[in-house]
C-alpha cells in the first residue's frame, strides 16, 4: 500500500540545510492500522505530508497503491489525493461558512458525485451527527467537529487514511470517541491507517508502532502489550 525508499526531505538552502527525514525506508502493507509516534521536530507531520502527495522528498521514492508519486503532476497528485487518501488533522479544517453536511459533502462534489448529499447524510450519521447536519461548525464542540472531519475523510472511501494527531486538541473523552471511530470506519471499509500520535494509550492499540526520532525510523515493531 504504501512503499517509501531512501526518503529524505531537507529544508533550506546553502549552509542552513536541515536534514528533516534522513533516508526513511518503510513498507505499510494494505488495512493496517500503523502509528507514528516520535518527538516534537522528528519530521512525523512531514512524512505525513510526503504520504499524502502534499510535499516532496529530497530524495527516496515514495509508491502508494502502485503510483510511483515522483512521476506524477501536482494535478494527477492533487487527483489521486481527492479519490484515494483522506486526511484528518489536528485543528479539524473545517469551511467555517459551511454547515457539517456541506463541509461532508465536499470532496464528493470534488468528484461530481451526484449522490454527495445522500452518501454524506449517512456518514454524518454513522459518527452519530445526524442531528447536527444543519449546524455550523462554531456551533458544534471540538469533538464533534472533529467527528464531522472523519466523516468527511472517510466519505470517499479512501483506501488510506492519514491522520495527524487527530485527537491533539480533545479532551480524553472526546479522544477516545474520535479514535473508536477511526477504527470501527478502518475495519468496515478495509482502509489502511496512518496515525501520529504523541498519545500512548492511542499507539497501544495499533497492529504498528513506527518510531521517528530525528528524521530516521528507531524502532518499528508492533505496539507493546499493556
Ligand atoms: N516549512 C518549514 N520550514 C522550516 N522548517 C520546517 C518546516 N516544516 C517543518 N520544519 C522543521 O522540520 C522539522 C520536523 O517538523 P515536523 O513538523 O515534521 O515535526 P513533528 O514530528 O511533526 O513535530 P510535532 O510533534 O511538534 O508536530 C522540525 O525541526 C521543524 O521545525
Ligand atoms: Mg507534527
Redesign the pocket.
Known sequence: MIELRGVSRL??SGERV?T?LDGVDLTIPGGQFACVV??????????LGLIAGIDRPSRGEIRVAGQDFGRMSEDELAAFRGRWIGIVFQSFHLISTMTALENVQVPLELLGDLDARARASELLERVGLAARAGHYPVQLSGGEQQRVAIARAFVNQPSLLLA??PTGNLDTKSGEQVLSLLRQLRRDLGTTLLV?T?ERSIARLAERVIT?VD?RVAADGPAEAG
Open positions: 529544508l533550506g536541515l528533516v516520535g518527538p516534537s521536530g522528528s519530521g512525523k507531520s512531514t512524512l495527524d494527531e501520529v504523541h521517528l528524521g
